[in-house]
């Protein structure tokens, strides 16, 4: 399984990014893809989850800003984050897992599988 993260990059406060996370090495369809970020110095912190029937959870202190959606090929997933501040400044992963799981589980736990990552810097 591989998991590949694009679309980071510099951005000033208030602007908007989308970041993509494309799957591969499944053989069906059903897995959970979720989005974590992790800042200099800062535990990794969970983001969002999307499951293969579109059934989403956020974050609390991120919900409003940040939009997991997938695409038409259900092995892409996207992150549309928006209002962006520097404090969102990150190394931004994204994970699957086969097993599914509610709530903050895979906020807690992680996922199985883990792409390398994407950076997105939030200038002042």
């Known amino acids: 399984v591989q998991l590949v993260e694009s679309g980071g990059g510099l951005v000033q406060a208030g602007g908007s990014l989308r970041l993509s996370c494309t799957a591969s090495?499944?053989?069906?369809?059903?897995?959970?893809i979720g989005w974590f970020r992790q800042a200099p110095g800062k535990e990794r912190e969970g983001i969002s989850y999307i499951d293969s029937n579109g059934r989403s959870h956020y974050a609390d202190t991120l919900k409003g800003r940040f939009t997991v959606s997938r695409g038409n090929a259900k092995n892409t997933v996207y992150l549309q984050m928006n209002s962006l501040n520097p404090e969102d400044t990150a190394v931004y992963y994204c994970g699957a897992n086969v097993d599914f799981y509610t709530g903050t589980y895979y906020f807690d736990y992680g996922m199985d599988y883990w792409g390398k990552g994407t950076l997105v810097t939030v200038s002042s």
């Open positions: 090495g499944f053989t069906h369809d059903d897995y959970a």
